[in-house]
């Protein structure tokens, strides 16, 4: 991704030392977050300084190669490094892609700590390859001056680079197709009206921000061609978890007869997991429903209540969109359905 002219990854690691872009602070400043240490690369993941599944991935491995760094100087190697495992899988439930960067690194772990820094690397660099696949397999569905719809952010925020949702939309752009793309806001957290507006505005694509609830009205209205969602674990029957409020965009889509695809890379792919009944749905702190933040019009930051006081609020994260109502997975390996039989055969890639 290039921002400002430079290009950078969302997350890369140098030595010892984890540097990520700083999520929370897009799209106001654009800052760089160093984490010292495995706890620290902990906290940016829960408190969302990085997030979207495949970035949170990397960071996971990345984690994980810290920790195994810092073993090397503690009485018991093994112990310390299974602490360190469990600190890092207890930092958010929902996103497969954590849990199997986790297991790939604490393996190679076993063996040294440099076999786990150059396995977290890989893992890393294989991200943002198969991102980049993703996105040409994306673009051949989209044709000439298509209305494509998202939520949440699932661009080059969410993964080391390219993104999976928005991948397709880059490289359409790149090939000349001139597309229009709705970003969801994405209430309570606002990726889309923050992250995804942010890129498709440094990627000049054509967009406009539309509330979350405006989505099966411009279906109805025939503005939207095709909606393409990432997703933060699929199930072996093809159910997918994504961001709370992708179920109801998938049920209006197919009301409307709009196709809707789901993007995402292997790792997101929960090959044990039976079906979406079996995927642990997040639950947020209800403050980021109550409250909002963001800069007035001289740039001085505020953090403002919405909503009545002394009322509650609930936030689960994520939901589950049943496989009836996708239209396909688009994975660097092609397009497949979301059944058994096309899911099971992706598991050799992995
Ligand atoms: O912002 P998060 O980490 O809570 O959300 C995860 C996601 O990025 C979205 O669900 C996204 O659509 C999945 S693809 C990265």
Known sequence: ?????????????????????????????????????????????????????????????????????????????????????????????????????????????????????????????????????????????????????????????????????????????????????YADETRPRNQGARLTAWELHQENVPHAIIPDNANAWLMSQGKIDMMITGADRIAANGDVANKIGTLEKAIAAKEYGIPFYVAAPLSTFDFDCESGNDIIIENRSDEEVLWQEGPDKEGSFHRIRMANPGSNALNPAFDVTPAKYITGLITAHGVVSPTHADIRQLKEFL
């Open 1 to 181: 991704m290039k921002v400002n002219g430079k290009h950078y990854r969302t997350i890369w690691m140098e030595g010892h030392r984890v540097k990520m872009i700083h999520q929370n602070k897009l799209p106001f400043a654009f800052e760089i977050f160093e984490s010292d240490d495995h706890l620290q690369t902990c906290h940016a993941i829960k408190t969302m300084i990085v997030r979207g599944a495949g970035a949170i991935g990397a960071a996971a491995g990345f984690a994980m190669a810290q920790a195994c760094l810092e073993a090397q100087n503690q009485t018991d190697y093994q112990q310390y490094i299974r602490k360190a495992k469990a600190a890092v899988e207890a930092t958010r439930p929902t996103a497969q892609n954590l849990f199997y960067a986790v297991k790939e690194v604490f393996e190679a772990g076993m063996q040294s700590a440099e076999s786990a820094v150059i396995r977290a690397k890989e893992l890393a660099a294989a991200n943002a390859e198969e991102m980049r696949k993703i996105g040409e397999t994306g673009n051949q569905l989209i044709q000439q001056r298509m209305n494509i719809a998202t939520h949440c952010n699932a661009g080059w925020l969410a993964f080391v680079d390219y993104g999976s949702a928005l991948a397709p939309v880059f490289e359409a752009k790149r090939s000349g197709k001139e597309v229009f793309v």
